[in-house]
């Protein structure tokens, strides 16, 4: 089945869902409304005919100046059929949630993850949201085109003078 087909075939299974699907250079995307989420990825992972058993990417995207804020894209592959699908899933700034889809693809626990800690999207009912790439304590999330390139001002990490200990040797080393 080629993705467009998917494609379609998932407008008419969530006509109420599908915001939009586009196609380019051989790749098509299907944004959808963050509230079906789960229902629209079981699907998709069920249906024995698209069969899309693999996850291979989760990640966020932050458009500032769009209605909705952020977008989860989920990179779908079936390895039974050979097919791909792109599903982008539309989440606002004032409301930055999202349901898990670790129950459906377990691969998925590391990059919702990710984004939450980068972008600050919440994905209910994950099993373990902590922070993975920065520091518990860390205020802000890096990855959001409004945050300061230099970071928070007038706040240094209070890991800061330790990491520079680590690595008082690096020019003697030859590490840099």
């Known amino acids: ?3 467009l087909e998917i494609a379609n075939k998932l407008r008419d ?3 109420l869902d599908v ?4 196609s380019f250079r051989d790749q098509v995307f299907v944004s959808v409304k963050r509230e079906r989420i789960t229902d629209i990825c079981r699907y998709l992972n069920e249906d024995q005919d698209i069969r899309m058993d693999y996850l291979a990417d989760v990640c966020g995207v932050d ?3 769009k209605k909705f804020r952020f977008e989860v894209i ?3 592959y079936s390895l039974k059929h050979r097919h791909r699908l792109i599903v982008k899933a539309l989440v606002p700034e004032d409301n930055p949630y999202i349901d898990s889809v670790v129950p459906i693809w377990s691969g998925a626990n590391w990059h919702e993850r990710e984004a939450c800690d980068m972008y600050g999207i919440v994905f209910n009912g994950h099993p373990d949201l902590r922070r993975i790439l920065m520091p518990e304590d860390w205020e802000g999330f890096p990855q959001r085109k409004d945050y300061p390139l230099k970071g928070p ?3 240094e990490y209070k890991g800061f003078e330790e990491t520079k200990e680590l690595h008082t040797h ?3 080393w030859n590490i840099r």
């Open 1 to 3: 089945m080629e993705p």
């Open 13 to 15: 299974k969530f006509p």
């Open 19 to 22: 915001a939009d699907i586009t």
């Open 63 to 65: 458009y500032p100046e």
């Open 74 to 76: 989920y990179n779908l």
């Open 153 to 155: 001002e007038g706040r």
């Open 170 to 172: 690096d020019n003697e």
